[in-house]
């Protein structure tokens, strides 16, 4: 069965410094992975995903994520962190071949300070 | 991008009463719809996948008789939850795929938080 950790439910950081949330999943084949953000009482929007190609994956934002099969992460890092940043976030698996369901880690809650 | 209409974004109901939750996508023909809950400062939990014309299929754990899914066509899947209860106080967000595959993006609704009283 696919599931999904992200590790640490809070991350603070200062504005203007690096941000470095974590996601490891779990599959026995290869998944398609995905970085969703949630605003307060809102739905969630994609930042990025990985399916095939570059293991490297630019979303908006300036957000990025690097798929380490070796590793089975998918860590999402921004450079320079926003106020506007600040919000929670969700890595998220699917399956080849799957009715495109999608598997929520815990989700993280990003607070940026001044 | 795509869009996908949740309404209401709130509601409030009496205990017993059944409330019904609509998912709409605007511009594209949605396949299959995805309802979820979601627990304060929790995750998303899949309660049931709905694809145009066939009957929902359920999670485990997911009462089928208490939250009724209808996905009469490709831009409709409407939630009932039906005989509410303080329990079923929650916030339930549609997503809604283009394609049966696990490759092209889940587009969401903006959520309905539902308080039931």
């Known amino acids: 069965a696919q599931s999904v950790t992200q590790l640490g439910s809070h991350v603070s950081v200062s504005e203007g410094a690096l941000v470095l949330l974590r996601c490891n999943y779990s599959s026995s084949v290869p998944p398609y992975l995905f970085w969703y953000v949630q605003y307060p009482n809102q739905g969630l929007q994609l930042l990025l995903k990985?399916?095939?190609?570059?293991?490297l994956v630019k979303g908006i934002n300036g957000f990025e994520a690097e798929f380490k099969k070796s590793e089975t992460s998918f860590h999402l890092t921004k450079p320079s962190a926003h106020m506007s940043d600040a919000a929670e976030y969700f890595c998220a698996v699917s399956l080849l071949g799957n009715t495109g369901k999608l598997i929520f880690g815990q989700g993280t809650t990003l607070q940026v300070k001044p | 991008g795509a869009v996908v209409s949740q309404h209401p974004s709130w509601v409030i109901c009496k205990s017993g009463t059944s409330v019904k939750i609509e998912c709409r996508s605007l511009?594209?023909?949605?396949?299959?719809m995805f309802w979820y809950r979601q627990f304060p400062k929790q995750s998303l939990m899949l309660m049931a996948t709905s694809n145009e014309g066939s009957k929902a299929t359920y999670e485990q754990g997911v009462e089928k008789d208490k939250f009724l899914i209808n996905h009469a066509s490709l831009t409709l899947s409407t939630l009932t939850v039906t005989s509410a209860h303080p329990e079923d106080s929650s916030f339930y967000i549609c997503?809604?795929?283009?394609?049966?595959?696990?490759?092209?993006?889940?587009?969401f609704g903006q959520g309905t938080r539902l308080t039931v009283v």
């Open positions: 997503s809604a795929r283009v394609g049966t595959t696990g490759r092209t993006e889940a587009f």
């Open positions: 990985y399916t095939t190609g570059a293991t």
């Open positions: 511009d594209f023909q949605a396949t299959t």
